[in-house]
C-alpha cells in the first residue's frame, strides 16, 4: 500500500497550489526533507475549458488548461509530488491514517486528506462531513463542506478551493489551497510558516 504524508483528492488550482506550497518546503526546513505528498485527480477541474484575463502575475489570454499544467511542472522541480489519474470512491480513517479508493482498484494512505474536488457535488463515501450549499456560488446547486476558519474539517482533514466556499475564481481557489498547505506545515513545525525565495546575490 502506497503511502504519503498528504493526499490530496483533486489537481485543479487549489490542489495543485497546496501541493506547490508544501513540496517547496524541501530543502529549506529539516523536518519537510522526507515527506512526499499525492495528488489523485479524474480530469474534471472547471480550468480545463478556462481562459484567464484577470489572474495577477498570469498573461492574458492564457489557457487555464496550459497553467495547471505549468504548476505541474513547478512541483516537479522538488521531487517529492506524485500524480495519479483516477477517481477517489471512498476515504476513511484518521489523522495519521487516512485511506483513499479509488475506481481503478487503487489504495493509498496518508497522514493528512485534503479534499479540493470542486463545488459540483461531493460524492466521495466514508467521511463524516457536512454538505451545504455554497454561499458563494455563483449559480445555485453548488455544494462546500463545513469547515472552521483554517479549512479544517477535523485533525488531519482539511478542504481547499471552491470546496471550501471560496469564491469562484482563481486567485481565491489558489490562496486556498496555499493556505491549507501553510496550516499543515504549522503543525509539523509547531510554529507559523511561510516560505520565500530570494535570487542569487549577482557577484
Known amino acids: 500500500m502506497n503511502r504519503y504524508d498528504v493526499l490530496i483528492v483533486g489537481g485543479g488550482v487549489s490542489g495543485l497550489s497546496c501541493a506547490l506550497t508544501l513540496a517547496s518546503a524541501k530543502g529549506k526546513f529539516s523536518w519537510a526533507d522526507n515527506k512526499r505528498y499525492l495528488v489523485i485527480d479524474n480530469q474534471s477541474s472547471d480550468l480545463l475549458k478556462a481562459m484567464l484575463n484577470n489572474v495577477p502575475g498570469v498573461k492574458q489570454g492564457s489557457l ?10 513547478q512541483i516537479d522541480f522538488y521531487g517529492c509530488v506524485d500524480f495519479v489519474n483516477d477517481r477517489v470512491l471512498s476515504a476513511t480513517g484518521e489523522k495519521g491514517n ?7 482498484s487503487l489504495k493509498f494512505v496518508g497522514d493528512y486528506l485534503v479534499l479540493a474536488t470542486g463545488f459540483h457535488e461531493f460524492n466521495i463515501l466514508g467521511l463524516d462531513v457536512e454538505v451545504v450549499p455554497n454561499k458563494k456560488a455563483p449559480r445555485p446547486g453548488k455544494v462546500m463542506i463545513k469547515t472552521d476558519r483554517d479549512f479544517k474539517v477535523k485533525e488531519g482533514l482539511y478542504v481547499a478551493g471552491l470546496l471550501a466556499g471560496v469564491s469562484s475564481m482563481f486567485a481565491t481557489a489558489s490562496g486556498s489551497g496555499t493556505q491549507v498547505a501553510c496550516n499543515i506545515m504549522e503543525e509539523w513545525a509547531g510554529k507559523p510558516i511561510v516560505i520565500h525565495d530570494v535570487p542569487e546575490p549577482q557577484k
Do not use: H, P, S
Not at 487555464?64 to 511542472?73: H, W
Not at 487516512?98 to 481503478?104: K, L, R, S, Y
Open 98 to 104: 487516512f485511506v483513499i479508493e479509488t475506481q481503478g
Open 64 to 73: 487555464g488548461r496550459e497553467v495547471l499544467e505549468y504548476i505541474k511542472k
